[in-house]
């Protein structure tokens, strides 16, 4: 196996030209907004926060705006047809649009990010209502996808100027999502590297982990992934390209259905994994399927772990480990109709790596569903 862990001075925050403070919100475009966010609140847990509409002065779009401990996610509509919205929603189908980064100085972070080759997607602007100001400022990424900047530090209202609350007589339990832990990108054929430059040279990332096709793949096909994290940790994406197989590559199913490059999944943090995927699939998420082998030998492989193993096989949670510690990790099937974005809900236990003992299975789950669809 050639993964490569690649050793590199920890950038210390004086000379990280671009803090971050974590994700802000992720921002999803989709067809109906009032139906998505009513699905998330049931299904995942998440709270109404904040609305952006018609009623609040947006003339040409409706967001919704929920939340789930540290976790925030935006649900945005177009309302009418000519609109740059709905012609993401054409040809993308539902997905994330907007990586929103906290960030202490936004036209810092975007200054420093476009003098570095960022293209810019938004300069940097200071809306304000009688709660104070939040500055945003924005960049563009692989696809159709941008970062946000946003510096809310003073800032008190519930969300940004524009949002008023939300207040809802439907307010479901959570299912104990704390955080985003990291956020995958697919990118076309030999566009891996030059993203990898992008986030090294315009955002100061580096690359924490490598896996090539010999670490991913099976007997019919393959990807390659490079790992990028900010100075603090805080913000991770790995980045994943198609890599020849026999048959088609999961990420080229991606690239058609997506009809380009974008987000593929969103890993969430969990301290009590086997609570909230038994409540998540209570709630009818569904999950990738594991076959009762996998568990066989699991043990063997990772070590004495806390947990009874009998729940995880019964709800299909994989373990691996590093170093320092292990994780617990499992990955729902497509949020939408297209075999686009989906989740992995995560729990660390000390392991910072990314599941690479579980590729294998995992592939192998993936392309049972690909192949049900007809697209292997
Ligand atoms: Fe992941």
Redesign the pocket.
Same mark, same amino acid.
């Given at each position: 196996m050639s993964t490569t862990t690649i050793e590199k001075q920890v950038t210390g925050t004086s000379t990280d030209f671009l803090p971050l403070q974590g994700t802000d919100y992720v921002e999803f475009y989709v067809g109906n907004a009032k139906q998505a966010a009513h699905f998330y609140k049931t299904a995942f847990g998440f709270q109404s926060l904040a609305y952006a509409g018609p009623e609040t002065g947006v003339k040409d779009r409706v967001s919704y705006v929920i939340r789930q401990n540290k976790l925030t996610f935006m649900l945005t509509t177009p309302l009418r047809t000519d609109n740059p919205i709905a012609d993401h929603i054409y040809k993308h189908g539902d997905g994330v649009k907007v990586l929103a980064l906290k960030v202490e100085d936004a036209t810092d972070a975007w200054q420093q990010t476009t003098s570095r080759g960022g293209k810019s997607y938004m300069e940097p602007s200071t809306l304000k209502d009688e709660n104070g100001e939040v500055v945003i400022s924005g960049i563009h990424t692989y696809g159709e996808t941008v970062h946000l900047f946003i510096e809310r530090k003073n800032y008190n209202g519930v969300f940004m100027p524009g949002f008023k609350k939300w207040e809802s007589n439907y307010n479901p339990a959570g299912t104990g999502l704390l955080y985003v832990d /990291?956020c995958?990108g697919n990118v076309g054929w030999n566009q891996m590297n030059p993203w990898v430059k992008f986030y090294e040279e315009v955002m100061g990332f580096r690359n924490i982990l490598s896996f090539d096709d010999n670490d991913i793949s099976t007997e019919y096909s393959a990807l390659m992934s490079k790992v990028m994290s900010n100075g603090n940790g805080y913000v991770k994406f790995?980045i994943n390209e198609p890599a020849e197989g026999k048959k088609k590559s999961q990420v080229e199913e991606y690239l058609d259905f997506y009809n380009g490059e974008g987000v593929q /999944?969103v890993?969430i943090a969990t301290a009590d994994i086997i609570e909230t995927v038994t409540e998540l699939q209570k709630r009818g998420i569904d999950f990738l399927k594991i076959p009762a082998s996998y568990y066989a030998d699991v043990l063997g492989r990772v070590g004495k772990i806390d947990e009874d193993l009998a729940p995880l096989q019964e709800l299909g949670i994989l373990i691996d480990k590093d170093d320092e510690g292990y994780l617990l990790?499992i990955f729902s099937k497509p949020l939408e109709d297209r075999p686009t974005l989906f989740f992995?809900i995560?729990q660390r236990k000390g392991a910072k790596s990314?599941?690479k003992g579980n590729f294998k299975a995992l592939f192998e789950a993936l392309e049972r569903e690909q192949d049900a669809r007809g697209n292997l």
């Open positions: /990291h995958v790995p /999944h890993a990790q992995e995560i990314f599941g």
